[in-house]
C-alpha cells in the first residue's frame, strides 16, 4: 500500500495505481478526455494534469502511477487554469456545431467543455477541413476529430486492424487511413469500435434514416410495404439512451415502438436465427461426415465485419467459411418470397429494414451476389440501434409508457438459442444444441454447453456427442481471431468448428450500438440475452414451429436447392478492395 | 554628448542571444523522421526574420517563399506551385545582395531538389511521406535498437546485471561497446534541448562495470541446423550468439589465433583492455559456438573453401570485415620503416611488440585508426608522434574526444600538410617525411573544404618511423572468384543481409558497408541471424523479460553532463593500461537521472518506445 493525499485528504492505495484511480477510488475524480483505460493511456489532452507538492510540472494522472508521500491537487489554481486553457485549445480546432452533430448530448468534449462552464475563449478558430466519402458506411468528421488518437489505439491494439494511423507531421499531424491510403481503397471490417470509442462525434455511421423518413422515402411511399426485423442484442441497448431501465426496454416495448414510428411488419431476427442454425449446423454435421472433403474448422458466417477481415487478411481460408448467410440476410430472402407469397403481398412492394447493432451490415446488405430473392435488394437498408434510438427520439415517442407489443407472424417467432446469438459464444451455444438433437435425435440439457459462454477473448471446448467428439472454439475481437488463426496456421490447435464475432463480447458491443464513453457494456447487455434465453419456452432452434412450417412449406428442408439458392451464398462473389481477382 | 561611448548589449539583445543557443541546441535534439517540407518552411521563416528588408529578392522573395511552402503543406498546391518554388528561389540566390537572402535561397532549393517527392505527395494526396516510426531518439540512431531508455532505466535503479541483459537483447557487446561505441545513440538525445545529451556510453560502462559476471540466456530447444560463420569479428560473433540462443549449432572460422576481429585487432587495448572484450566473447561463446582460430577461408593449404562450407551448412554468413590496409602510393612507401597501422596494431594485439624506444613517428591520418597508432606509438616510447593530415584538426574525421586524448598524452598535430613522398638513406631507411603545406579551400560536393596547395614550400619532417593509417580494405578477391557478387570493394549483399543468386549465404559487417563502426557491424549479425533463423524455416523469437522501471515523476533543471574521466595524461601515455576511470555511484546516479524518458513522455508512450522482442 502506498500513502498519498489528495486535496490535503490522506489515501492509501494499492502500488502501481494511477493518481487517476486513486483521486476516483477516494471520491475525488478527475477529469479527462483521451483517456482510454488499458488502451488509450497517453496523456494526449493533458485535461487530467494535477499539481504534485514538490514537482514544478503539472502531470498527467492517467499514467503516472502514484509514489508514497505524495501530495497531490486536482483543483489547484494551476490546474484549474490549465484544465481550462487546454479544452480551450481543443475546442479551437473543434467544430463546436453540437446542434448537428450524432454525439450532442454523450459527447465527452461537450460535456467537460459544459462542466467548465466555458462560454467564451479567446482562441481563434482554427477547425480543420473535412473531406470524405459520404457514402462510406463508416465517416470520419475530420473538424470534429480531437487527435485523442483512441481510434488508431482501439484498432491497432484490440481489432489488429490497423486502419487508423497518424497522419502527417508537426501542427498538422492528424489521424488518418494507414499507409496513406483512402479508406475506400482499405481493408477496414467496418466493425465500428473505432465509432463505439470516440469520445466525440468525429466518427459515425452512415446515416440512413432519411431512406425511411424523407418525403420521398420509404414510409412516405404508399407503395411500399416496410418490413423491419429486430437483431437479438438491439433488444439489449436501444433504451439505454432513451432512459428506460432494463426492465422497461423490453423487446415488446421495441415492437410497439417500431410500430409507432410506422413499421408495417415487425418481425424478429431471432427467426432468422434459428433458421442460420438449421442450414449451418446441417451443413458442419455435413462436413463433418465427409470429413476429407473439407478443410476444418469450419467458420460461422454470421458476421460481415469478420467476412470482411478474413477475405481481407486471409483470403485462402475463405472456403472455410460456412455458406450460410447472416441471419438478416436469410430473413430478408425469406420476407421477399415466402412471406410475400403467404401473404400475398407483391414482394416488390416490399422494404426490408434490419435494425442492427452493427456498421459493416450496412456493407452486408449492399454485396451485389448476397440478393437471391429476386426482388432488388434482399435487406434494401440497415439502421444502427443508434439510428433507430434517433428516430424514436425524433418521433418524440414516450416508450416508456407504450404498452407491450408482440412481434408479428410468421417471421416473429425466435427461441431463447436465436435470442444468444447477439453474445459470444451464442451461435456456438444455439448450433450445438440443434446439432446434438440433429445427431441423437434428443434434445441436450438446454444450459448443457455453458462453457462456451462469457466474455474470454478465445473459449474452446471439446464436445462428445453420442461418441461424435467435436472440438469448438469461441473467438471475439478481430485482435483474437488473428491469434487463433495464427495458432491454427501453426499447427498449435485444432479445432472442427469455430465461432468469430469481430467485436469483443459479440454483437452486444457491437460497433453500431449505444455509446457509453469509458464504459464496455458488452457483458451486462450479454447476460441481458442469456436472461431472456431462460426465460424462453422454446430453447432450441429446430423447435421452432414457425421454422419448421417454413420447411414444410416451402423449403422442404436444410440444405435443400432451395434453401441453398436462398439462404446460402458465394463468399467468392465479391472482392474486398485490395483482393486478389 | 560624448564623441564615442562603449557599445552595450540590451537586454533584449542577451535574451535573444539566449534563445539563438536554445534555438542551435534543439535543432541538435531534432528527430528523425519529421516532415522535411514543414521543417524547409519553419527555417523559412527564420531566415525571413533575418532580413534586413533593403532588396527585394529578400524581403518579399521569401515571404513568397513562404506562403507558397504553407500552401505544399495545406494541399492548396498544384505541382506548377513547385516549378514556382523553384523559379523565384533562384532568383533569390542569384540577386540577393548578401548571404541572408542567397543562403536562405539556396536551402530551399536544396530541399526542393533533395525532396521533391515529398512535396509531390503533399500536393497530389495531401499527405506526408515522413513518418515517426521510433520516436526515441536515442533508439532510433543506434544501428542494433537498443532499449537505452530501459537501460538508463534500470542503472538508475542499480540493477546492473538486468542493464547488461536488456543491451544483451539487442547487442552481445554491452562492455566493448561501454568502452568503444562512437555513440550515435547521444547524437540527437532530447536531453539537448535542456543543456545536452545524456552520457549514454558512459551509463553503459557503469552497468558493466558494475554487473558482474551476467550469464547468457537459456537456449532454445536444438534445431539440429549448422550455421558456418566466416569471421569471428563483432558481426560474426553477434549473428553467432543470436543463432546459438534460438537453437542453431554456429561454428566460426577465425583466421586470427584470437577472436573479436577489429575489437580485438584494431583497438589498442588501452581502450579496450583484453580482458574486457574477453568477457564479451566468453558470454557469446557460452551458448556453445564452435569456435576454429587459425583457419581462414580460402584456396590452399590449410584453408577451407566456401564452397565446402556451403555445402556442409545449411547456411553461411559472411562477416570477414576489412583487415587489409591501403597504401598512399607515396614514392619510397616500400622503405624500411614504414609500416601500416593495421600491421602494427595487429601485432600488439597478438603480444608482439614494435621497437620505437626513442623514435622520431610520423603518423599519415586523421581518422580514428591514425589516433590509435599516434597514441600507441607515444605508449612504446616514441620521442616524437607527429600526425600528419591534410586538411585542418577540425575536419578530422577521428572522434573530437581521441584527438584531444592524443594531444594531451603529447602528439603532435600537423594540420594541413599532405605527405608527398618519403625520404630514405642508402640502405632504403626512412629519413623524413616530406608534405606539402596546404590551404583549405572550398567546400567540396561531401560538404567538406577541400585542401588546396599552397605556395609555401615543401616541409621535411625528420624522422625514423613512418605509420600509414590511412584506411583498409576488404580481401574479396577470393570470395569474387567463388561467385560471391562484389560491388565497388565490398560483398554486395541486401539489406536484409542475403547475398544475391547465393541462397542460404548471407553477409554483413564491414566487409559489405567498407570499414565502419563496432555497432553497425553487431547490427548487422543481429539482422543476419534473424533473416537466417527464416531462411531456416524458423521465427524464432528473441526476447527479455525485464520489467523497466516506471519513470518518476520529477522536473528536469538544466544539469551539466558528466563525463567519464580519464585517467592523467602524463600516467596513462606510459602504459597499455585502460585510460577511462570507472564513474562513481553519486555520478551515476545523477547521470542516469537525466535522461528524459523519452520512452514514457511524448510519443514513446504511444508508438514504438519500446520493442520488447525481434
Same mark, same amino acid.
Given at each position: ?581 | ?63 513568397? !517563399? ?210 574486457? !572484450? ?6 557469446? !561463446? ?22 565446402? !562450407? ?126 606539402? #603545406? ?10 567538406? #573544404? ?52 547465393? #541462397? ?111
Amino acid at each position: 500500500m502506498v500513502n498519498i493525499k489528495i486535496n490535503d485528504r490522506e489515501v492509501h492505495v494499492k502500488e502501481g495505481t494511477t493518481i487517476l484511480r486513486a483521486a476516483e477510488q477516494a471520491h475525488m475524480p478527475i477529469p479527462h478526455l483521451c483517456y482510454l483505460k488499458d488502451i488509450n493511456e497517453i496523456g494526449a489532452c493533458r485535461v487530467c494534469v494535477v499539481e504534485i507538492k514538490g514537482v514544478n510540472k503539472l502531470v498527467p494522472a492517467c499514467n503516472n502511477v502514484v509514489q508514497e508521500g505524495m501530495e497531490i491537487y486536482t483543483n489547484s489554481p494551476r490546474v484549474r487554469e490549465a484544465r481550462r486553457t487546454n479544452v480551450e485549445l481543443i475546442l479551437s480546432q473543434h467544430d463546436c456545431l453540437c446542434a448537428t452533430c450524432v454525439r450532442s448530448g454523450n459527447c465527452s468534449l461537450q460535456k467537460i467543455a459544459n462542466d467548465l462552464g466555458i462560454i467564451t475563449t479567446e482562441y481563434a478558430r482554427n477547425v480543420p477541413a473535412n473531406s470524405w466519402p459520404q457514402d462510406y458506411p463508416l465517416i470520419r468528421d475530420a473538424s470534429k476529430c480531437i487527435k485523442c488518437m483512441r481510434c488508431i489505439q482501439i484498432c491497432e491494439k484490440v481489432q489488429g486492424v490497423n486502419i487508423w494511423d497518424v497522419a502527417k507531421t508537426g501542427s498538422r499531424t492528424t489521424v488518418g487511413v494507414s499507409h496513406n491510403r483512402r479508406i475506400t481503397e482499405s481493408d477496414c471490417a467496418l466493425c465500428g469500435q473505432c465509432i463505439t470509442h470516440c469520445p466525440v462525434g468525429a466518427l459515425r455511421e452512415r446515416d440512413d434514416t432519411a431512406k425511411l423518413l424523407a418525403l420521398n422515402g420509404a414510409f412516405a411511399d404508399p407503395n411500399k410495404v416496410t418490413v423491419v426485423q429486430v437483431a437479438p442484442a438491439v433488444r439489449t441497448a436501444w433504451g439505454e439512451e432513451l432512459g428506460l431501465t432494463r426492465e422497461e426496454a423490453t423487446p415488446q416495448r421495441l415492437v410497439a415502438a417500431l410500430k409507432a414510428l410506422g413499421f408495417d411488419y415487425v418481425f424478429d431476427t431471432d427467426f432468422g436465427a434459428d433458421l442460420t442454425i438449421m442450414e449451418e449446423g446441417s451443413e458442419f454435421l455435413e462436413r463433418l461426415k465427409h470429413r476429407d472433403q473439407y478443410a476444418f474448422p469450419m467458420f460461422t458466417s454470421c458476421c460481415p465485419g469478420w467476412m470482411r477481415y478474413l477475405k481481407g487478411h486471409h483470403p485462402e481460408m475463405v472456403g472455410q467459411l460456412s455458406t450460410a448467410k447472416s441471419p438478416h440476410q436469410m430473413q430478408g430472402a425469406i420476407t421477399k418470397t415466402y412471406f410475400a407469397e403467404k401473404m400475398g403481398i407483391d414482394p416488390d412492394k416490399i422494404y426490408n429494414i434490419s435494425i442492427m447493432p452493427c456498421v459493416a451490415k450496412k456493407a452486408e446488405a449492399d454485396i451485389p451476389n448476397i440478393n437471391d430473392a429476386g426482388h432488388g435488394k434482399d435487406v434494401d437498408l440497415v439502421l444502427t440501434t443508434r439510428e433507430i434510438v434517433r428516430m424514436i427520439r425524433a418521433d418524440h415517442l414516450d416508450v416508456k409508457n407504450l404498452p407491450e407489443q408482440e412481434f408479428d407472424s410468421p417471421l416473429g417467432t425466435g427461441t431463447g438459442a436465436g435470442v444468444i446469438f447477439g453474445a459470444t459464444g451464442g451461435v456456438m451455444e444455439a448450433a450445438l444444441r440443434t446439432c446434438y438433437y440433429l445427431i441423437t435425435g434428443k434434445n441436450p440439457y438446454p444450459d448443457a454447453f455453458y462453457m462456451v459462454r462469457g466474455l474470454d477473448g478465445w473459449k474452446e471446448a471439446c464436445i462428445d456427442i453420442a461418441g461424435t467428439t467435436v472440438r469448438v472454439a469461441v473467438v471475439s475481437g478481430l485482435g483474437n481471431t488473428e491469434k487463433l488463426i495464427r495458432a491454427l496456421k501453426r499447427g498449435e490447435v485444432a479445432y472442427d468448428f469455430v465461432e468469430v464475432m469481430a467485436c469483443p463480447g459479440g454483437c452486444v458491443g457491437g460497433g453500431g450500438q449505444p455509446i457509453h464513453d469509458g464504459e464496455e457494456l458488452a457483458g451486462t447487455r450479454g447476460d441481458n440475452l442469456y436472461f431472456l434465453d431462460r426465460g424462453s419456452e422454446l430453447r432450441f432452434s429446430h423447435e421452432n414451429p414457425d421454422i419448421l412450417d417454413l420447411y414444410k412449406n416451402y423449403l422442404d428442408a436444410p440444405l435443400s436447392h432451395r434453401a441453398h439458392e436462398l439462404l446460402h451464398t458465394d463468399h467468392t462473389g465479391w472482392k474486398m478492395p485490395g483482393e486478389v481477382k | 554628448m560624448s564623441r564615442l561611448s562603449i557599445a552595450t548589449k540590451s537586454a533584449a539583445q542577451t535574451t535573444v542571444e539566449h534563445l539563438y543557443k536554445d534555438l542551435e541546441r534543439r535543432i541538435v535534439a531534432s528527430p528523425p523522421g519529421l516532415c522535411p517540407v514543414d521543417m524547409a518552411s519553419a527555417f523559412l521563416k527564420l531566415c525571413h526574420a533575418q532580413t534586413c528588408g533593403k532588396c527585394v529578392p529578400c524581403r518579399v522573395g521569401l515571404g513568397q !517563399l513562404s506562403q507558397m511552402l504553407e500552401s505544399v503543406l495545406d494541399g492548396e498546391a498544384t505541382l506548377e506551385t513547385i516549378d514556382l518554388i523553384e523559379r523565384t528561389a533562384r532568383v533569390i540566390a542569384d540577386t540577393a545582395d548578401c548571404a541572408i537572402g542567397f543562403s536562405a535561397a539556396n536551402m530551399v532549393l536544396k530541399g526542393v531538389r533533395g525532396f521533391r517527392d515529398d512535396y509531390e505527395e503533399h500536393i497530389r494526396h495531401g499527405k506526408c511521406l515522413a513518418s515517426l516510426e521510433q520516436p526515441v531518439p536515442c533508439v532510433a540512431l543506434c544501428p542494433a535498437g537498443v532499449d537505452i531508455p530501459g537501460y538508463i532505466a534500470l542503472v538508475h535503479e542499480g540493477r546492473f546485471a538486468d542493464a547488461v541483459r536488456l543491451i544483451r537483447k539487442d547487442n552481445p557487446f554491452p562492455t566493448a561497446c561501454a568502452l568503444v561505441c562512437e555513440h550515435p545513440c547521444e547524437a540527437r538525445c532530447r536531453r539537448n534541448m535542456i543543456d545536452s545529451s545524456v552520457n549514454i556510453r558512459g551509463m553503459k560502462l557503469a552497468a558493466v562495470d558494475n554487473a558482474g559476471e551476467v550469464p547468457a540466456p537459456e537456449r532454445m530447444p536444438s534445431t539440429g541446423k549448422r550455421i558456418a560463420i566466416i569471421g569471428g569479428g563483432p558481426s560474426g560473433l553477434s549473428a553467432a550468439y543470436y543463432l546459438q540462443l534460438m537453437g542453431h549449432q554456429t561454428t566460426v572460422f577465425e583466421m586470427h589465433k584470437h577472436l573479436g576481429g577489429m575489437l580485438y585487432y584494431g583497438i589498442p587495448s588501452y581502450r579496450l583492455p583484453r580482458e574486457r !572484450l574477453d568477457s564479451d566473447i566468453n558470454a557469446i !561463446l557460452s551458448t556453445g559456438v564452435e569456435v576454429r582460430l587459425n583457419s581462414p577461408v580460402g584456396e590452399g593449404e590449410g584453408k577451407i573453401s566456401i564452397n565446402d !562450407l556451403r555445402d556442409q551448412y545449411d547456411a553461411v554468413y559472411i562477416s570477414i570485415g576489412a583487415h587489409t590496409d591501403k597504401k598512399v602510393g607515396l614514392p619510397g612507401e616500400d622503405a624500411k620503416g614504414v609500416i601500416s597501422a593495421v600491421e602494427m596494431l595487429g601485432t600488439l594485439a597478438d603480444g608482439g611488440t614494435i621497437d620505437l624506444k626513442d623514435k622520431r613517428v610520423c603518423v599519415i591520418g586523421g581518422g580514428n585508426v591514425a589516433m590509435d597508432v599516434t597514441r600507441s606509438a607515444i605508449r612504446l616510447g616514441a620521442k616524437t608522434v607527429y600526425t600528419v593530415y591534410r586538411r585542418r584538426q577540425v575536419d578530422m574525421t577521428a572522434l573530437v574526444e581521441e584527438v584531444r586524448s592524443a594531444i594531451a598524452e603529447g602528439a603532435e598535430i600537423l594540420e594541413l600538410h599532405a605527405p608527398v613522398r618519403i625520404e630514405t638513406d642508402e640502405n632504403n631507411h626512412v629519413t623524413a617525411l616530406i608534405a606539402q #603545406p596546404k590551404l583549405i579551400g572550398k567546400y567540396g560536393r561531401d560538404g567538406r #573544404p577541400a585542401p588546396a596547395d599552397s605556395e609555401l614550400p615543401e616541409k621535411r619532417i625528420p624522422c625514423d618511423v613512418v605509420i600509414v593509417a590511412i584506411g583498409q580494405g576488404i580481401e574479396t578477391h577470393y570470395f569474387e572468384e567463388r561467385g560471391i557478387p562484389i560491388k565497388r570493394g565490398v560483398i554486395a549483399a541486401a539489406d536484409w543481409s542475403a547475398v544475391e543468386n547465393a #541462397p542460404g549465404v548471407f553477409a554483413g559487417g564491414d566487409c559489405v558497408t567498407g570499414p565502419a563502426t563496432a555497432i553497425r557491424a553487431i547490427a548487422a549479425g543481429k539482422v543476419a541471424a534473424a533473416n537466417i533463423d527464416n531462411y531456416l524455416g524458423y521465427n524464432h523469437v528473441i526476447e527479455t523479460k525485464i520489467d523497466i522501471p516506471a519513470p518518476k515523476i520529477k522536473d528536469d533543471p538544466a544539469c551539466g553532463r558528466i563525463n567519464v574521466k580519464e585517467r592523467p595524461a602524463s600516467e596513462r601515455r606510459c602504459d597499455f593500461d585502460a585510460v577511462e576511470c570507472k564513474l562513481t555511484p553519486e555520478e551515476i546516479c545523477q547521470e542516469s537521472g537525466r535522461c528524459l524518458r523519452c520512452d514514457h513522455f511524448g510519443y514513446g508512450i504511444f508508438k514504438g518506445g519500446r520493442e520488447t522482442k525481434w
